[in-house]
């Protein structure tokens, strides 16, 4: 058997030793004043674009904002106070439930459910987009609210 022969080593392939490389002109000469006056620069005449559209008023976020904020304080308000009703003491035993508590409960959580409507409508038309999504923020977390609130009318009752 015999060897075969060892590879070629890597790198460049021989050549002559020194290759020189181009070479850099000299300075170039320092350049004259422009020997002609400056022309006026004009674009094509193109008409300006649409108008900015004008600032739409806040009022409708503004309005969620407040549906959302005294139902939402109003709804957790009447839960505590229909879970106390209701359960009643140990002693007294359960109560029926008083027909406008649940009137009003009601109101609450339809007057919640519009107050959510508006600020998705201010937020997509950008009427006032930083109050409706406050009013939408609130809006969601006021049945979690109210039912926290219940939770602990109900716990006073114990």
Same mark, same amino acid.
């Given at each position: 058997?015999?060897?075969?022969?060892?590879?070629?080593?890597?790198?460049?392939?021989?050549?002559?030793?020194?290759?020189?490389?181009?070479?850099?002109?000299?300075?170039?000469?320092?350049?004259?004043?422009?020997?002609?006056?400056?022309?006026?620069?004009?674009?094509?005449?193109?008409?300006?674009?649409?108008?900015?559209?004008? =600032? !739409?008023?806040? *009022?409708? +976020?503004?309005?969620? &904002? %407040? $549906?959302?904020?005294?139902?939402?304080? @109003?709804? /957790?308000?009447?839960?505590?106070?229909?879970?106390?009703?209701?359960?009643?003491?140990?002693?007294?035993?359960?109560?029926?439930?008083?027909?406008?508590?649940?009137?009003?409960?009601?109101?609450?959580?339809?007057?919640?459910?519009?107050?959510?409507?508006?600020?998705?409508?201010?937020?997509?038309? =950008? !009427?006032?987009? *930083?109050? +409706?999504?406050?009013? &939408? %923020? $609130?809006?969601?977390?006021?049945?979690? @609210?109210? /039912?926290?609130?219940?939770?602990?009318?109900?716990?006073?009752?114990?």
């Amino acid at each position: 058997m015999t060897t075969p022969p060892p590879p070629p080593p890597y790198g460049p392939p021989p050549g002559p030793p020194h290759q020189p490389g181009y070479q850099q002109p000299g300075p170039y000469p320092q350049a004259g004043p422009y020997p002609y006056p400056p022309q006026p620069q004009q674009g094509p005449d193109v008409p300006p674009g649409p108008p900015a559209p004008p =600032r !739409r008023s806040s *009022a409708l +976020g503004v309005t969620s &904002l %407040i $549906i959302t904020i005294a139902m939402t304080v @109003l709804t /957790s308000i009447l839960a505590f106070w229909l879970a106390v009703v209701t359960i009643g003491t140990a002693a007294s035993g359960p109560k029926p439930v008083p027909p406008i508590g649940v009137g009003v409960m009601v109101g609450g959580i339809v007057l919640v459910i519009i107050g959510l409507v508006l600020a998705i409508v201010a937020i997509a038309t =950008r !009427r006032g987009r *930083a109050p +409706g999504i406050a009013g &939408l %923020i $609130i809006g969601l977390l006021s049945w979690p @609210l109210a /039912s926290v609130a219940g939770l602990f009318g109900y716990l006073t009752t114990l």
